[in-house]
Structure formats: C-alpha cells, structure tokens
C-alpha cells in the first residue's frame, strides 16, 4: 500500500486518460430508479447507517455497497475512539482527511484499510472520504469495540458544478481536489458536487456525450435516472461549450440546447441559483449569454452569467495548450468565482423575503403549506402543521389576517395559547432577554380544519433585528389518519395527538396527514378518502397535487378505517384501496418505512395485514403491520372511540419504540 499527500504527477497518463474518457453517446438512454437506504442501526459504520453522509451522486440502493458516480463524490462523518477502518470491494485509490487534516493518498488499496496506523486521542473524530479511481466502492467502515459513528456537522448549502475536463480538474495533481469546482466549494463553506468528466459537450454528438442529457443520469455513463430529491443544490455553475466546436455544433444548436437545459435544471432545483460560466477559450460566448438572457426574459431572475475574461494567463496557468489550468490557475479560477456565487446567493436570500416575512429562507414550514398561491400569506392544510424560526432581539409579534386561534412556544419556554386573536399579536409582551432566540407556531385545528383564518403573514421584529435558521431536525415522521391522529377530544388537539407525542420524543420533524371523519375509500356520501386525497395539497379539494419533493419522510405511518365501516365500504374495496395507498405513499417517500396500524377498534384488521403481505410479496421490504391489540382500555377513551390525552400516551408510549427501532431516534 502506498499512502502519500497526493500521487506521483504523469501530464502523459492524464491525457490519455482524459481522451479514454470520451464517450460516444449519440442519444440519451431513458429509463427509471427507486434508490432506497437499507434500515441500519445509527452509529454502526455501515453502509446505511443515517450518521453517514453522502455527497454526490452516489447509488447506495444495495444496502451494502455504496458506489460513487461522477467524479469528486465524497462522504463525510464523524466517530469516536482512536482507529478507523474501511472496507474496499476491490482495488481503488482514494483520499482520506482526518479531523480536517490533509487529503492523505491511498493508491491501490483493497480489503479492509486501516486510515488510523498512528492511533488517535480518545475522543471524537472527522472523517472524509474522497474517491479518486479504480473500484469506487464503499462497503462501511471498522470502528473501535464500544465505538460509534456520529452525525457530522454538515453544511446546508450545496453548490453543483457541471463541465467537462476542465471541472473534474484534468491533468492536475489530485483530480478533482485540485479543480476550482472543489476549492470554490470549500472557500466558501459548501457542500459541492462535480457533474463532471473530460472530453463531454453540451449538445451530444457522434464521439462526444452531452451533459444536457447526461446530466440528469446518475453516472457518466448509462441510462439510469438520477433522483433528485437525494438532495437541492443552492446554486448550480455551469462550464461548457469547450469540447463542442471540436464536434460541429453549430452557435444555433448550441444556444437552443443551453436555454433548454437552463430551463430543466430549473425544474429541478426551483431556488437555486443558476451560473453559466463564460468558457476560459472563449467559445459560444454570444449564445451563452444569448440563453441566459432568454431565460430572464422568460421571468427566471436568478441565473446569471460570469465573464472570465482575464480570470487566467497564458503560459502561467495553464497545463496545456487545450485549457487545461494548472494547479495555480485552478485556485485562481476559485478565488475570482468563489465572491460571484457568494454575492449573488446573498442578493437571492435577499430578494426572496425580508427578515420574518412569507419567503425567508430561515423560516421552516413543516407539513403542508401553500407557499405558492400568495407572496404575502402562506396556508397551511391538514391538521398539525407548524413552522419554527430563529430570530433576534427582545419581541417578537405575528401578522394575522383573520381570527384565529394559536400556540406559540418561545425558547424552551411553556406553549402558550392565543384565542380568537387577528392583526399583530404581540407574543412577547414582556421583552426577553437580549440576543438569539426561537419561535415556533401552530394553528389550532378542529376535527382536522383549522379553525377561523389559518394563513401566516409575516412577524413583526424590533428595529434591526433579523432572523435565523435554528437546529432543525434531520428525520421526519408522516401519520396519515382520521380525527384520532388529528387528536379530536384531546385538551390542544393536534399537539397532543400521539403523532405528535411521537415525533417530539424522538426528535423528529412530523406532520399529521389527517382529517376528521375521513375515510381510507371515498364513500359516494361524501366520506372524504385518504386514498385519493394524500397525494393532495389540501383534504378537500380534487387540486392541487401536493409536490412530495417538498419533504422527504423517513417513516409514515397510516391508522385508517375505523370509518370505511358506516360508509359501506366493503372488505374487498378497503383492501384494495390500502395496497393503492401503500403505493402511493412509497411513490411519494421512496426511503420511508411504513408502518400500517391495526385502527383501534379492530375494524378492517385481515384486509389490512393483506395489503402488507401483498406489498411485501411485491418487494416492498420496508412496510410492516403493527398489531395493536389491548393498547387501550375504557380509561384511556373520551368515547367508545377517540382516546383522551392519557389515551394518546399510551398510544405514543407504544409507538415510539416500534418506530425508532426502525428509523433510529
């Protein structure tokens, strides 16, 4: 084995490896994936184990391999003791940095790699892995006996990179460690990712592959869709145009296929900022900015185009005679790029939202709120949905349209009902102390509506004062459900509905999919069905689809048909309508375990666990039946039929284990 900094230089191999890489791609190849993280037990170093953090393109969908794609995917996590290992499959060269510290080289390596030969301090410890080449393929990591891994502190901005050679850092020392791509990134504290490789093109060409296809794919090479719910870029910096001429693409082509992607990777990343980087050698300079002004025509204010004149000198910063930078010129290319994107994603978060108002990014809306159909009022629908904020100052008081009723919780501080209030409502009318603080609201709701004019308009600060975004956590829980998980009868509702309970205990964001009265199958009387209205923005409406790239669920659970009974929905319509359910649920949360409960008055029981079965035997692995059998008793009802708030308890007490166990927490 042979550690070193970085690998012996051979200019030679690197040209041969950039013209190996050229592809021959005429169209783009279509097809589908379902990429989904085995359940694994936190802390453990596998593959699926939550406290491991994936950037990139990565296909983790094995359960026991994760394979890096493009080039510059990384993983990052932190661990406790004093040694670390990691499995290779097969020979591969990688980078390691420990607590931060150099990228050390490990070329060749195989099997079981100690990155620890000099043992570490006691205590908690960094870790990140960067694949360079060979069989780039992660198979966990070897910790001390009583060690664990933990959560690493990783940054919530992402900024994507797209190119060819010149951004996977061709012909440098290290690859991509040495491309502006990965030193912007890290200048300016991001996590990033390189949809990068030598000798692609925008347009694809007979010889050369085009990124305007390629890049929605999960690698370099293939047809495989990418799921871009795995992660939202925050700005995305385009570099392309360079190997086009070389391959007849003429400036009209060249233009209609950069506004087009422009266009796609906008559907696919709403609020990030788009770069189109102006190319070092000057090609399609003209119908670069040409697409980026038709997109602002078309009302998309946030792409931008860079002017790299001057960025570089000839002879001094370059490699080759193709426009390849050296190492200098690389950390050039990151110093002059690296202020444009912090700019203008400082000018974006600005323009989104004044400080407390509808838009600010610091404000975190949780379930299902409309943020689409107004600027100035966000709505919330179904029952339990919240939102926190960070803010500063001494008060803080919140703009209300209409009367409503409201909790408000600052700090840690006790949850405080406000009743039949409108217009500014002072939540802080003795001042807090000066400095940071938290704020979180939730609208009351009754039998799943809310109850009077639901809809936030903004807070009203103390002059200078701003907002921030407070810890927030990394999971999140769906209960889908009638008025039991809406928590009718109980003394606050929705807060104190077992979901709720649940998701507070195990710190996890959570969202009550939930209406009372509702049924699991739409009853010709008006019986409002979860089948058909969970993939829905709001309950009683046939539109607008609820876009479930807005949040990703870790585990949702279902507690539906104690009132398909008085609606005549037969057994054979329950069961089919449960396997629909099932389906759309996974549709819309793809790594989520699902939990289907036996309601509490048993109603439906044999139909459910079938639709499980059948889910299972279909090979959905992650769905499981929860017999609640004796959960509660007399004492535990306000009725025959909705627990009270001791009931919700009991129901959470049980729950919770089941759940965690699953999903960790």
Known sequence: ???????????????????????????????????????????????????????????????????????????????????????????????????????????????????????????????????????????????????????????????????????????????????????????????????????????????????????????????????????????????????????????????????????????????????????????????????????????????????????????????????????????????????????????????????????????????????????????????GAYYRVGFTGRTVQLKQRGTIDFWARIDDGPVKFYDDVKGTVNLTPAALAAGRHTLQVNYQVVAGSYRGDAVFQGLVLDSGATTFAPPAPSKLIEFVGDSITVGTTTSQNARTAYGWLIGERLGTEHTQIAQGGACLVAAADGCVGLERQFTKLNPNAATPDWDPTRYRADAVVINLGTNDVGHGVSSAQFQAAYSSLLRKVRAAHPQAWIFALETFRGRYVPQTEAAVQAAVSGGDSRVSFVDTTGWLGSGDLTDSVHPNDQGHRVVADRLAPIIAARIGG
């Open 1 to 383: 084995m042979q550690t070193s900094p970085h690998p012996a230089r051979s200019h030679a191999s690197g040209r041969g490896l950039a013209t190996a890489l050229t592809a021959v791609l005429v169209a783009c190849l279509l097809s589908l994936t379902g990429v989904t993280r085995a359940n694994a037990a936190p802390g453990d170093g596998s593959v699926s184990d939550p406290h491991i953090a994936y950037v990139g393109r990565w296909d983790t969908s094995s359960g026991t391999t994760a394979v890096a794609n493009w080039t510059g995917a990384y993983l990052q996590t932190a661990f406790t003791g004093t040694t670390v290992k990691v499995k290779a499959r097969d020979a591969v060269n990688f980078y390691v940095s420990v607590d931060g510290g150099p990228d050390v080289f490990h070329a060749g390596v195989r099997g079981t790699v100690n990155l620890t030969p000099q043992p570490l301090p006691a205590g908690t410890h960094t870790l990140r892995i960067t694949y360079r080449s060979g069989d780039t393929v992660f198979q966990g990591l070897v910790l001390d006996s009583g060690a664990r891994t933990i959560a690493p502190d990783t940054p919530s901005g992402l900024i994507e990179f797209v190119g060819d050679s010149i951004t996977a850092g061709a012909l440098t020392d290290r690859l991509a460690l040495d491309s502006y791509a990965w030193k912007t990134g890290e200048r300016l504290g991001m996590r990033h990712t390189q949809v990068a490789r030598a000798g692609y093109c925008l347009v694809a060409q007979s010889g050369c592959t085009g990124l305007s296809c390629q890049f929605f794919k999960s690698a370099g090479t293939g047809g495989t869709d990418w799921d871009f719910s795995r992660y939202r870029a925050s700005a995305v910096v385009i570099n392309l145009g360079t190997n086009d001429i070389g391959h007849g693409v003429s400036g009209a082509a060249f233009q209609s296929a950069y506004t087009t992607f422009l266009r796609d990777i906008r559907a696919k990343y709403p609020n990030a900022v788009l770069f189109a980087v102006q190319t070092l050698k000057k090609r399609y300079v003209t119908e670069t900015r040409a697409a980026v002004t038709a997109r602002t025509n078309a009302g998309d204010t946030k792409v931008r185009y860079v002017d790299t004149s001057g960025w570089l000198t000839d002879g001094t910063d370059y490699e080759d005679g193709n426009g390849h930078p050296n190492e200098a010129g690389h950390t050039k290319f990151a110093n002059r790029l690296a202020p444009v994107v912090s700019t203008a994603l400082a000018g974006a978060a600005v323009k989104a939202a004044a400080p407390g108002q509808p838009g600010d990014p610091n404000i975190r809306f949780v379930g299902r709120w409309d943020t689409a159909g107004s600027t100035t009022a966000y709505t919330p629908y179904w029952a």
